[in-house]
Structure formats: C-alpha cells, structure tokens
C-alpha cells in the first residue's frame, strides 16, 4: 500500500550534457500529472506521462525536466550588425535630442540580442533513452518514499480498525439485553396503569415480536464485520487500494447509521457514535492512499 505524498530524482547524462527529473507528489482523487519540459524536448511529454501512468495511478504530480549543459566553457555569440544598428540608431537619437555624453561600448554590448549565449539543439531521440532512466530512476525513488509512508499510514489504519471491531464485540454482547429490557419496561408500564395481563398475553407477545423485529441489527453486525475483515485484506495489498477502502468505508458509515437507528438502546447508541467518530479518522486517513 503507498501514500501518494512522495519525492523522487534522477539523473542520466551523456557527450557533456545532463538530464535530471524531479518529481513530487500530493494527495488528489485522481491522476493529475503536470510536466515541464525544456523548449527542445516538449515532443516528449507524451512518453513522459505514459510513463508515469504505468506507475503511479492516482495524485497531483510535478514532473520537472532539465537538461544541463556539463562543459565548463560556454561560447558566446556577438552579432555585430545588430551592434551597429544599436550604435547607429543611438548616435541619432542623441543627435536629435541634443543630448550630452557618448554612446560607449558597454551601453551597445547590453542592448538585447547582441551578446548570447547560443541554445545547443537537443535530439529527440538521443536524449529520449536519457530522459526515461532519469525519469526511471525518480520513480522508483518517488515509489519507495510512497511506500514507507504507505506503511505509516496501514499500521494507523490497523490500530484504528481495531478499536472500531472492539467495540463492535461490546455492541455485539449488550444487543440480546435490548429485548429483555424492553419486556421489563414494558411490564413495568403495563403494572403503572393498573393493568393486570399474563406475560403470556398474545397482546403482549405481538409488541414484543414487533421491537424484536424492528430493533434486529443481528444483519448489520454481520455485515460490518465482513466489511471490517475485506478491509483489513486489502490494507496488505501492494497495488492501489485507495478508491477501493474509499468505497469501503461509505458502506460501513451506512450500516453504522442504520446499527445505530435501530438499536433502541442508550448504551449501544453512544457505542455507535464511538465508532462513526473513528471510522470518521479512518475516511481522513484513506484519502492520502493512492
């Protein structure tokens, strides 16, 4: 299992230059991959995403892109007809303007486009084996801290589906002293008003059956406790399980919330919210999976 909060690098090079990739990851429902690509190597952004597609299935990914020249000397370019068309056009203007001063060779040098450093062109299919062991490399670095964190998050999971299966045993326990509260209290209200029936009355009979029926949660107990059993299964998964235990843990909110209508009972009714408010934890947790 893997959280999708990650970091990884990576780095390829070849004949002076250097490819690097870093990427980062956050919490999305969905795979959402932005990439930045030098000018030169945009035609590969395809290859880059499907890349990432085979790996990584669900979050906000940053994939960034370099190429870095590794020579220690860079050429400089000078176009020296640009340079006289500044210095040309300057000398007129102060002319025109009558203004003082000279126009040196430090003000021509700064005007844009005389000094450059020339872009040396990257092949597409030369730097493409580079880019993908960099990118490689960045994500089986971004996976293995994806992982660890994964970990974390299972054991939290694990310790937290546990008191939430603790106190669905005490649930569990008080459920068949519901009915036999009920019939007390019910004998109790029936003596109140001075009624004298057999607790074999069939009136009687018929509104024990009737609370029986109606306050049954023998179903959803067992229900819950097969969706708590496929839950911890897929917590010791390696492949994404995220939407999965999403869809897991709206089923159990809801035989919770039935679990809870229909008990009829105080004790077993604050039980339920015990238990709602940590699989409340567990819904905020899961939504870090991938």
Not at 25 to 35: F, L
Not at 194 to 206: A, F, M
Not at 258 to 267: F, I, Q, Y
Request: neutral net charge; charged residues 30%.
């Amino acid at each position: 299992m893997r959280s999708m909060t990650g970091y990884g690098r990576g780095q390829s090079g070849t004949n002076g230059t250097q490819f690097s990739v870093e990427l980062n990851s956050v919490n999305r429902k969905q795979s959402d991959v932005a990439v930045t690509l030098p000018r030169d190597l945009a035609e590969l952004e395809p290859r880059v995403r499907d890349l990432i597609n085979s790996e990584v299935s669900r979050g906000r990914l940053n994939v960034v892109v370099a190429c870095h020249a590794c020579s220690s000397t860079q050429k400089v370019a000078l176009d020296t007809d640009l340079a006289r068309t500044y210095f040309a056009a300057m000398r007129e203007l102060q002319a025109e303007l009558g203004a003082a001063g000279e126009v040196s060779i430090e003000t021509v040098l700064r005007a844009p486009g005389v000094v450059r450093v020339p872009e040396e062109q990257v092949l597409l299919e030369e730097a493409w084996p580079h880019v993908e062991g960099a990118l490689k490399e960045a994500l089986r670095n971004l996976i293995a801290m994806r992982e660890v964190e994964g970990k974390h998050l299972a054991k939290d999971l694990i310790h937290r589906l546990k008191t939430v299966r603790e106190t669905l045993r005490k649930i569990r326990k008080l459920h068949p002293e519901v009915l036999k509260k009920f019939r007390q209290s019910l004998q109790e209200r029936i003596a109140k008003v001075g009624l004298e029936l057999p607790i074999d009355d069939e009136r009687i009979i018929k509104e024990l059956i009737f609370f029986a029926d109606k306050s049954d949660i023998s179903e959803e107990l067992t229900r819950l406790e097969s969706h708590f059993t496929q839950f911890a299964h897929h917590l010791r998964k390696s492949e994404p399980v995220g939407r999965t235990l999403e869809f897991m843990t709206q089923e159990i909110a809801r035989e919770f919330n039935t679990l809870g209508s229909k008990a009829n009972d105080v004790e077993i009714s604050q039980l339920v919210v015990t238990c709602k408010a940590e699989m409340e934890k567990i819904r905020e947790q899961i939504q870090n999976i991938e």
